[in-house]
Nanobody, 124 residues
């Protein structure tokens, strides 16, 4: 599975962005738990959000709960992250990830595939 993230950019505080992560390859997308992580300059990579399947269980980091929304379209092999009410501290490179297991992905372990990051910059 290859993951390609897109949709990052420069936005003012309070603004919105929508990130996309398209999966390609022979593995069946629907079988994977999909998630987003982010890494700010000088900081470790951290979990942002995860989703099991379309309309299924989701989980969010406390720092983004109520502002970010993860979704997926299994017919398009794509996972999305809607970022609303952005804050300067949301500035980071955002990475999508795929894993067999929900709790492992949330913990940042057992990641089967990582996508290349997309940079989100929020100005104050």
């Amino acid at each position: 599975v290859q993951l390609q993230a897109s949709g990052g950019g420069l936005v003012q505080a309070g603004g919105s962005l929508r990130l996309s992560c398209a999966a390609s390859g022979r593995r069946t997308f629907i079988n994977y738990v999909m998630g987003w992580f982010r890494q700010a300059p000088g900081k470790e990579r951290e979990f942002v959000a995860a989703i099991i399947s379309s309309g299924g269980t989701t989980r969010y980091a406390d720092s983004v709960k109520g502002r970010f929304t993860i979704s997926r379209d299994d017919a398009k092999n794509t996972v999305y992250l809607q970022l609303d009410s952005l804050k300067p501290e949301d500035t980071a490179t955002y990475y999508c990830a795929a894993s067999w297991f929900f709790n492992d992905l949330v913990a940042g372990k057992g990641i089967n595939y990582w996508g290349k990051g997309t940079l989100v910059t929020v100005s104050s």
